[in-house]
């Protein structure tokens, strides 16, 4: 199985990224583990040996969480030199104890309270943006004129940057995900490290005027915290922290809305069913996670050589997690390919990774999908889709969101 593999996994292909779920489906019951050598990473499908993999933080580390795809060229170093990019390894990337210590600084500015008083501003956001959908001629774009911007506007509001910035910084997560999970050109590398350059000088920037002008706000909670000691926090490490929550807080989470609101839909009755009992929600999110993820694979190096479900990973590999496939395998989610929001485990799902590197912002991700889906439905009872539009997918190995929906609201 893991030596003549009888399917390859192309993450840039048009038919994965139009519907990577059929494919799915063909690797967990003809082959769960394999190395695929186009890709160069053993190829993993099945719940039970993803969770494995997560909860296994020793021997698979997670350090090429965010290394390039694509080999890094020399003109694109020098592009990331004299820029001074200087992103270091702090969580999505790192091993304890550097990982250890950081993340137990970003929990303790990362409360529940400050998470639970966003909620007030983020139906305010909303309203505004609704206010102004309502004013728009049909179809709207859901995605173009309300969903790309404000998860950014609320990861804003607990960073501590200012809204005139969306823009940019969305700019740049976007090349960031090129970058780091696609497969850009020579060309395109070199210009997507320019922009990423921009990208990071911002955040130090707007890091560097936090030192200066310390306010209540989550980055200001780390600078406080490191009270100017480098073994507690360098700033090297709360810019790149900050750089991370910048592209993570928020992609995520436009690719979480605009699969919901697709789903939600794309099966009307359910979208009528939740405007009379918005009580529905929290399960029908934890649905939408399991069923459509916006994250849809992770990656982790083998540290030594393993034998999962009889197939041994060797020593130094690199391990792809197909966490799409997981949150559908049907031997731990009955009819794991039907859409059921009263499945007993659907909160089992693995679309918020597992163990030490499982997603801190979860709580916000959850908080913001609620309150915005009860605050559009609501609004907009009686929306519906564009028929036959084709959605178009960033070609990237990790995230997953259409880039373009149409609505009609009434």
């Known amino acids: 199985m893991s030596s003549c593999p009888r399917h390859h996994v192309d993450p840039f292909g048009s038919a994965y990224l139009a519907d990577p779920y059929p494919i799915y489906a063909t690797l967990r019951a003809e082959q769960p583990i394999y190395y695929d050598a186009t890709l160069g990473y053993w190829v993993l499908s099945r719940y039970a040996d993803i969770k494995a993999v997560l909860k296994d933080h020793e021997r698979f580390s997670s350090r090429n969480a965010t290394d390039p795809f694509t080999p890094v060229?020399?003109?694109?170093?020098r592009v990331f030199q004299q820029g001074g990019y200087?992103?270091?390894?702090?969580?999505?990337?790192a091993d304890a104890p550097t990982h250890t210590r950081i993340r137990r600084h970003v929990y303790a500015a990362f409360t529940p309270r400050r998470v639970a008083a966003l909620e007030p501003r983020i139906r305010q956001l909303c309203h505004a943006f609704l206010d102004q959908l309502a004013t728009q001629p049909a179809p709207v774009d859901i995605i173009a004129d309300m969903i790309y911007a404000l998860p950014a506007q609320v990861i804003f509001l607990l960073i501590g940057m200012e809204h005139d910035e969306v823009p940019a910084i969305k700019a740049g997560s976007e090349s960031r995900v090129l970058f780091t999970w696609g497969k850009p050109t020579a060309?395109?590398?070199?210009?997507?490290a320019r922009e990423m350059v921009d990208f990071w000088q911002r955040v130090v920037a707007f890091v560097?005027?936090?030192v200066r002008e310390p306010r209540d706000d989550f980055t200001s909670d780390l600078i406080r915290q490191r009270a100017g000691d480098d073994s507690v926090l360098s700033m090297a490490e709360i810019t790149s922290v900050v750089f991370g929550l910048l592209?993570?807080?928020?992609?995520?989470?436009?690719?979480?809305?605009?699969?919901?609101?697709?789903?939600?839909?794309?099966e009307p009755h359910r979208w009528q069913h939740l405007a009379q009992h918005p009580d529905a929600l929290p399960g029908v999110i934890e649905e939408l996670l399991r069923f459509d993820t916006s994250v849809i694979a992770m990656r982790r190096h083998a540290t030594c050589a393993v034998t999962i479900a009889g197939v041994t990973i060797p020593a130094d590999a690199n391990v792809l997690l197909l966490i799409g496939a997981a949150n559908r395998d049907a031997l731990h989610f009955d009819d794991g390919q039907a859409f059921a929001p009263d499945r007993a485990n659907n909160r089992e799902h693995l679309s918020f990774g597992f163990g030490v590197h499982y997603c801190l912002g979860a709580p916000l991700a959850r908080l913001e999908a609620r309150v915005v889906?009860?605050?559009l439905i609501q609004r907009f009872p009686h929306a519906r889709l564009v028929a036959d539009q084709v959605l178009d997918y960033l070609p990237n190995t990790s995230f997953r969101g259409p880039r373009r929906l149409l609505v009609h609201l009434q």
């Open 187 to 192: 060309a395109q590398q070199v210009e997507l």
């Open 247 to 266: 592209l993570a807080g928020h992609e995520t989470t436009t690719g979480l809305l605009g699969n919901a609101v697709r789903r939600l839909l794309g």
């Open 208 to 210: 560097d005027r936090r």
């Open 373 to 375: 889906l009860q605050e």
């Open 73 to 77: 060229s020399d003109e694109t170093r």
């Open 86 to 93: 200087a992103m270091q390894r702090v969580l999505l990337n």
